[in-house]
């Protein structure tokens, strides 16, 4: 009698059980990387002040130390994005978080400007590729029914990060300097990287599609349910197409042209003002006569509201759709925005404009976030999400440096936020079309 294969279908097999501890491993690891990716990213925002007032430096000559690690983020996302699908996840992760680190400490010691830019660029290439690495591995242990709430639980990291930067920033500058920020931002994710080696995997669903040995997949099976006992014979599948050759090209092709660039218009709206917002919140309130500390607390409000939002939000998105979701809080972002212009100096208004503005417009990225890791299959997942992130970060990089254009113009508050919010009403129009043309897939 002939032998019978058994053949395990990787995500009907993760979606059968419960999230069990290796898969919360899984997501802590995946969140604690971009929490330190938040933290040194957001950093710049912090220091700019102090660095303004002992360089003495006009407001709007800090635009482009706030854009330089986001060129760094730009050529990092599109860079590694691919990289990872043809090499894997956690290697890339591993070496992200190594570069980013290390780049962070030669930032603290920067002597002038030039310095800082080069030191930023060279942060900027390590965490635009630990970010896209993170969001797909997290996505390809997770079930489809709880995929879009892990996804964006885990990336509440990098809104933790960057809020919790702000708060050690407001104890750290006064009792140490500005240099001491990013001497604590750079030895951290150094003191990651073993924790990385030891207990991060692959993803499963990369070394299926990469025909990796048996063993090696089959260990994996057993760490997401130690009680199923993997037949001999098994055989590993994925239930999506193959993608041979450059994974760039895949995005363009089996109807998700639309797609792919209604993402882009998405991440470029969105991450534009999310840039805009937290580089320029914190400097904007203190050149109205709201004092230092006080200035990085209303900061650090736009990355809590995100972070309120992600856990409120996935449950949502997993439940309904991303499509309406998305279009509500980018819309109601706007609106928030605006009201930032209108507080003026009125410390509660402008917290509580700062913690709305947060929750829909951190809220929204992460929800994109989750939008492209669901939308994408695994052999371009990271590829999809590291260049809707790049393409993003164009709009990032422009966002600090419109705002300290239209500062050096003397444009008052009120329209200075006015502006900010018509990238908002944008990406709410881009996301509601790829409703239109997708929601019927359950995206």
């Known amino acids: 009698m002939a032998s019978t294969t058994t053949v395990i279908e990787i995500q009907s097999f993760i979606n059968d059980r419960r999230i069990g501890g290796f898969q919360i491993l899984v997501v802590a690891l995946c969140a604690l990387t971009v929490f330190l990716d938040g933290f040194d990213t957001q950093s710049v925002a912090f220091v700019a002040p102090s660095i303004a007032m002992e ?25 590694f994005g691919p990289v990872a699908d043809k090499l894997g996840r956690r290697a890339v992760i591993m070496l992200s978080t190594a570069i980013f680190g290390a780049c962070t400490l030669l930032t603290a010691t920067s002597a002038d400007v030039t310095q800082l830019l080069i030191f930023r660029l060279m942060t900027g290439l390590g965490l635009g590729g630990a970010m896209p690495n993170a969001i797909a591995l997290t996505a390809e242990y997770c079930p489809e029914r ?18 919790f930067g702000g708060a050690l920033a407001a104890w750290l500058i006064p009792a140490f300097g500005w240099r001491s920020v990013w001497y604590v931002g750079g030895v951290v994710p150094l003191l990651l990287v073993p924790l990385q080696f030891a207990a991060l995997p692959e993803s499963i669903r990369f070394l299926v599609v990469k025909e990796a040995a048996r063993d090696r997949i089959a260990a994996l099976v057993r760490r997401i349910d130690r009680s ?30 639309s797609g792919t660039l209604l993402l882009w218009i998405m991440f470029f709206c969105n991450l534009l003002d999310v840039f805009f917002l937290q580089n320029w919140i914190p400097t904007i309130a203190n050149s109205a006569g709201i004092p ?22 996935g449950f949502v998105i997993d439940r309904y759709s991303a499509y309406p979701v998305l279009g509500v809080l980018y819309a109601l972002g706007g609106l928030f925005v605006i009201a930032i212009g209108q507080a003026g100096s009125t410390v509660p208004a402008l917290m509580l404009t700062t913690f709305g503005a ?7 990225q992460n929800s994109a976030n989750a939008l492209a890791a669901i939308f994408y299959p695994t052999a371009m997942r990271a590829t999809g999400v590291g260049w809707s992130l790049g393409i993003g970060r164009i709009g990032a990089i422009l966002g600090p440096l419109i705002g300290g254009l239209l500062l050096s113009l003397h444009w008052p508050n009120g329209a200075l936020f006015l502006f900010g919010a018509v990238p908002l009403f944008c990406a709410a129009i881009a996301v509601t079309i790829m409703g239109r043309l997708y929601g019927g897939a359950r995206r």
């Not at 360089?55 to 860079?79: D, E, K, M, T």
């Not at 055989?235 to 363009?252: D, S, T, Y």
Request: hydrophobic share 60%.
């Open 55 to 79: 360089w003495h430096l006009q407001r709007a000559a800090l635009a482009p130390i706030f854009s330089a690690s986001l060129v760094g983020l730009l050529v990092g996302a599109l860079l």
């Open 228 to 257: 199923f006992a993997v037949p001999t014979a098994a055989r590993f599948e994925i239930a999506e197409a193959r993608a041979p050759g450059v994974p760039v090209a895949h995005l363009f092709r089996g109807n998700r042209t």
């Open 358 to 364: 947060g929750f829909c417009v951190v809220g929204g």
């Open 292 to 313: 230092v500390q006080t200035a990085v607390v209303i900061g650090t409000l736009f990355q809590v509201g995100g972070v309120v939002a992600a856990f409120l939000i």
């Open 146 to 163: 709880r995929r879009a709430t892990l996804v964006m639980i885990m990336f509440t990291g990098f809104s933790l990060g960057a809020a």
